[in-house]
């Protein structure tokens, strides 16, 4: 790794454009090239089978793609800072990097946990940039490096297992809001919701299906708002409690997903709660869900304005009495 000195004296525009990623040596480039294709080589049934066949034929992991994206994009946020860092190699990569190693083994001999091969990928990396850049790096590209984690596919049984759960709540609540309405009964039992309407059971009952799990959801909206906090400037007690919430919104967005479509199935008209409709009222959850965040960051950013305003106003007041 090679640093980039930059003369503090010279004009902006000439700063700015010495921080450039073409600025870097052909040697830097060869040396990056080289890793990945060690990288790929070893790994590549976890990014291609695992990982990429997933995003391809999985519609619930259809936002893969995206996430490597983000990763350089955060990177490339970074440009100035990493270029201008003074790389010092930490030995401590090896270390990283050689348990990453012994615990591939151990899962290919002993273990036998097949998401684990593909989330050793990321120690691996952060070993690999310990190694060749040190601590400095590092500190400017762990994110973009965990970040690949939201692209890392969960086995079914465990996808299923937290599915389970998130239908049975939806069902349950959906059926309480339901039966709100006049002449309308809905119970709940598992994942089934039983509507009764003017006193005729409607055939067939609701199912809460897999894709009405809003696991879905879940996933993208997490990985994009980690993605938001982290482009925006916020305080980290900021940051902290965008991220806790988004699960509980993406939870509550698919609670009035399930809901709107018990309240069209039993008062429009059952083909309009299915197929291609069905997939529209899903789709229409993430921007939902993406203004109620911003609304909490919006109420957050200003929360304290006015103390602020008050506060500068005192030191104005004071200096004025000096």
């Not at 936002?63 to 401590?92: C, Q, R, T, V, W």
């Not at 690999?128 to 079914?156: E, M, N, R, S, T």
């Not at 008209?269 to 899903?282: E, S």
């Amino acid at each position: 790794m090679t640093s980039f000195e930059v003369d503090s004296t010279q004009p902006v525009e000439e700063r700015t454009k010495a921080l450039n990623w073409t600025s870097m040596p052909v040697e830097i480039y060869v040396k990056i090239g080289v890793i990945a294709t060690l990288f790929v080589i070893f790994f590549y049934k976890q990014i291609y089978w695992t990982m990429i066949h997933r995003w391809m034929n999985d519609s619930s992991w259809s936002h893969g793609f995206l996430i490597p994206l983000f990763s350089l994009y955060f990177l490339n946020l970074k440009k100035d800072e990493i270029l201008a860092i003074k790389a010092k190699p930490n030995y401590f990569g090896w270390v990283l990097m050689t348990m990453s190693l012994v615990f591939y083994a151990l899962n290919v001999v002993q273990i036998k946990m097949g998401i684990l091969y593909s989330v050793l990928m990321i120690p691996m990396l952060l070993g690999i940039v310990l190694l060749v850049g040190g601590w400095k790096l590092i500190k400017h590209v762990w994110l973009p490096i965990i970040y690949i984690g939201f692209a890392i596919p969960i086995p079914d049984r465990i996808y299923k297992a937290i599915t389970i759960p998130m239908r049975i709540w939806a069902a349950k609540i959906a059926s309480g809001l339901l039966s709100l309405v006049s002449e309308l009964e809905a119970t709940s039992r598992g994942v089934i919701i039983d509507v009764v309407y003017r006193g005729t059971p409607l055939e067939p009952s609701l199912d809460v299906a897999e894709a009405c799990s809003g696991m879905r959801l879940l996933m993208a909206f997490v990985a994009l708002g980690v993605a938001m906090a982290w482009l925006h400037y916020r305080p980290w007690l900021h940051r902290v409690v965008l991220l806790s919430s988004t699960i509980p919104i993406a939870i509550f967005c698919n609670i009035i997903r399930v809901t709107v479509t018990g309240f069209i199935y039993v008062l429009i008209a059952p083909k309009y709660a299915q197929g291609i409709y069905h997939d529209i009222l899903g789709m229409s959850m993430l921007p939902l869900a993406f203004g109620l965040y911003g609304l909490l960051a919006w109420f957050m950013s200003n929360l304290f304005v006015e103390d602020k305003v008050i506060e500068e106003d005192i030191v104005v007041r004071n200096k004025g009495d000096k």
